[in-house]
C-alpha cells in the first residue's frame, strides 16, 4: 500500500519575529502581451513589462511570488487598461494584502502625416501605466513621453543666420479622474512644442518642419509652462506633472524643467 505523501510546509506563511513590515515586494521587469484601446484604430496590441508589488505585514515571513505570474497568465492576451483596476483588486485579494502596486511599461504607435507630402509613417511613444490601491481605493497614473523639436529664442536672438535648435522628451505624468487618450496627451505636448516630429520627412516636409521650428522659438521653460496650462484646463486629469528635457546641440548637457501641480492647489 502506497504511503500519502507529507504535507509540504509553506515557509511564506510562517511567522516572522522582526515585526518590520515591507512596503513592496512582488516580481519586476516581467513581460507580457497586452492589448491597448487606440483612439483611431480601435485596439493595438504591444508587449508590456509589468511591475507588480504588494505590502507585506510585518507578521509574515514572504509573499507568494508565483501568483503575481498566475494572474497575467490568467488574463491570457485580454490585459488591457480597462481591466487594469481589476487587476489590482485581484491581486490585492489573491496574496492577502491591504496594498498593491502594479507599473505597466510599453511602446505606444501612432500613425502620422508628413506636413507637406502627406507621407504616413509611425511614431513611437514610451507609455507608462501606474496603478495602486489602498484598503479599496485606487489611483491611476498615466506618463507619455513624447519627443519633440525645440528652437532656442536667445540663440535666434543673437545670430545673423539661424539658431540652434534640439531634440526633446517631453514627459507628461497625469492622475487620472477620467478616461484620457493616450493620443490627446500626445496632441497636448506637439502642439505646444516649437514643432512636432515625424517618422519619415520628405525634402518639402523637411523644410516646413525647420522654418515652423525657426518661427516658434521656445525655451525648455516655456514648454513646460505652455503644457501645464493645457493640463490645469482639462478636467479629467486631478494631478500632474510636466518635465522637459532638452538635449542641447551646442552643450555637453541637457537644459531641464519641471512644474508639479495638484488641482487643489492651482
Request: charged share 25%; proline share 4%.
Amino acid at each position: 500500500m502506497q504511503q500519502a505523501s507529507p504535507a509540504m510546509v509553506d515557509v511564506h506563511n510562517l511567522t516572522d519575529t522582526r515585526h518590520i513590515a515591507v512596503n513592496r515586494v512582488g516580481i519586476k521587469s516581467i513581460r507580457h502581451p497586452i492589448k491597448v484601446r487606440d483612439r483611431s484604430c480601435d485596439v493595438q496590441h504591444t508587449v508590456a513589462v509589468f511591475n507588480m508589488y504588494v505590502g507585506l505585514p510585518h507578521n509574515f515571513k514572504g509573499t507568494h511570488m508565483s501568483r503575481f505570474i498566475e494572474i497575467l497568465n490568467s488574463h491570457e492576451r485580454e490585459v488591457s487598461v480597462e481591466n487594469f483596476p481589476s487587476m489590482l483588486i485581484e491581486m490585492v485579494d489573491k496574496l492577502e494584502a491591504v496594498t498593491g502596486h502594479i507599473e505597466v511599461s510599453f511602446p505606444y504607435f501612432i500613425s502620422k502625416e508628413a506636413p507637406v507630402s502627406g507621407t504616413r509613417s509611425l511614431m513611437d511613444y514610451d507609455v507608462t501605466l501606474i496603478g495602486q490601491i489602498c484598503h479599496g481605493e485606487i489611483i491611476s497614473t498615466i506618463k507619455v513621453v513624447v519627443p519633440v523639436l525645440s528652437l532656442c529664442p536667445c540663440s535666434k536672438k543673437i545670430s545673423d543666420r539661424g539658431a540652434h535648435n534640439q531634440r526633446s522628451h517631453v514627459t507628461i505624468t497625469a492622475q487620472i479622474a477620467d478616461h484620457v487618450w493616450i493620443e490627446e496627451i500626445v496632441q497636448i505636448v506637439e502642439s505646444r512644442a516649437s514643432c512636432e516630429l515625424y517618422g519619415l520627412l520628405k525634402r518639402p516636409d523637411e523644410k516646413f518642419v525647420t522654418e515652423r521650428a525657426y518661427d516658434n522659438p521656445k525655451f525648455v521653460e516655456d514648454m513646460v509652462r505652455d503644457v501645464a496650462a493645457c493640463l490645469s484646463a482639462e478636467a479629467r486629469i486631478a494631478s500632474y506633472i510636466v518635465e522637459s528635457e532638452n538635449f542641447e546641440s551646442i552643450h555637453n548637457h541637457s537644459a531641464y524643467a519641471l512644474i508639479e501641480s495638484t488641482k487643489a492647489n492651482g
